[in-house]
């Protein structure tokens, strides 16, 4: 099975349930686009409030999602293990155009599935966690480096929220993100733009090189990053094979033309001495 390509985890989509529960449970839909019987088709799976192309979740045990077929073909989706064999946890049989799927998931766990109407490409996985936290963005990163002098966004998934403080070590080629609340997360899950770090290979939390997982999203222009952490963590180092400059493209080019005036005005004031 083809490693998934698009993803993004959607939280919060509608909520419903008793007051009885500790999380409210949730639905999600996930649409399968016109198209997506073509391996060649840009996505296979889109999140139906978003729009987002993901084959990837992350929920809550007792959430729910439903599959919708939008497509001419037939679909199915059947659970598999991670290395892409089917395991019988799941499957909904041929679902047919205009039809649907749903199934609450109750158990912790991460649970892959695929179509198996000879689709192999169509493939995702449900991460079902004990709290996946809220998707979070830092904007305005190395503004000097974009063109529009905006900067650029991370995401992140987290109980708590990051310090909007990113710092940038060209020598280390690394970035370092400092947790401002306390977390109960195991995990935190970063969605990094190619354009800030490319090929992250190692990660440090608090100090401790730590393995984690990373994915290639969004037509490859993000990374994804899972990286385990323990309750109460306070810093992550990400380190690639890059990172972008401190000072960027536009500050450049505003010394640049800086030091280009000094030197004419300075050749001026000898020429008419």
Known sequence: MKSVLFVLPILIVFIFGSTSFAFAESTYTIVIPSGASDSSAPYYWSEKSTGVTTGEITIYPG???????ADSAFHTI????KSGEIDGIFDSSFIKSGGSYSRQFTELGDFYYFCNNNHPWMNGVVHVVKNPGSVQTIDRIASGYSDDGLGFEVKYILDTNLQKAVHINTE????????????????????????????PNTVWVDGVMTDFESQSIENKTKNKLIIPIEPHSKEIKIMGTSVIPEFGFLVMGVLSVGLISTIILTRSKFAII
């Open 63 to 69: 959430d729910t999602i439903t599959w919708e077929n």
């Open 78 to 81: 059947t659970s598999v293990t």
């Open 172 to 199: 280390e080629k690394t970035l370092t993100f400092t947790i401002s609340g306390d977390t109960e997360n195991e995990e935190i899950t970063f969605m990094i733009p190619i354009e800030i770090i490319e090929n």
